[in-house]
């Protein structure tokens, strides 16, 4: 049982991850993604800033932007691996 709650919170933690880089990145919901673009801007963006530096960025939007960045963040949920 332990492995399977480990396992859990690591595809957690890596699907958390991934929604901040997509967050972070300079993909825009207009562009009208595709798999393989939104795998490229998760990349890039981990690339750039580091995941802690997604978290970061995400984390400032929401203090300068909650609306926006409330809505943003449904859609990087929608769309993150």
Same mark, same amino acid.
């Given at each position: 049982?332990?492995?399977? %709650?480990? +396992?859990? +919170?690591?595809?957690?933690?890596?699907?958390?991850?991934?929604?901040?880089?997509?967050?972070?990145? $300079? +993909? &825009?919901?207009?562009?009208?993604? %595709?798999?393989?673009?939104? #795998? %490229?801007?998760?990349?890039? $963006?981990? &690339?750039?800033?580091? !995941?802690?530096?997604? $978290?970061?960025?995400? #984390? &400032? !939007?929401?203090?300068?932007?909650? !609306? #926006?960045?409330?809505?943003?963040?449904?859609?990087?949920? &929608? +769309? $993150?691996?």
């Amino acid at each position: 049982m332990q492995t399977t %709650t480990q +396992l859990l +919170l690591m595809q957690t933690a890596g699907s958390n991850a991934r929604c901040a880089a997509l967050f972070a990145s $300079a +993909l &825009q919901p207009s562009d009208t993604p %595709t798999v393989v673009m939104i #795998a %490229t801007a998760i990349r890039s $963006a981990v &690339q750039r800033f580091g !995941e802690r530096g997604c $978290a970061e960025r995400m #984390a &400032q !939007e929401f203090g300068d932007h909650p !609306e #926006a960045a409330a809505q943003r963040m449904r859609w990087a949920r &929608q +769309l $993150a691996p």
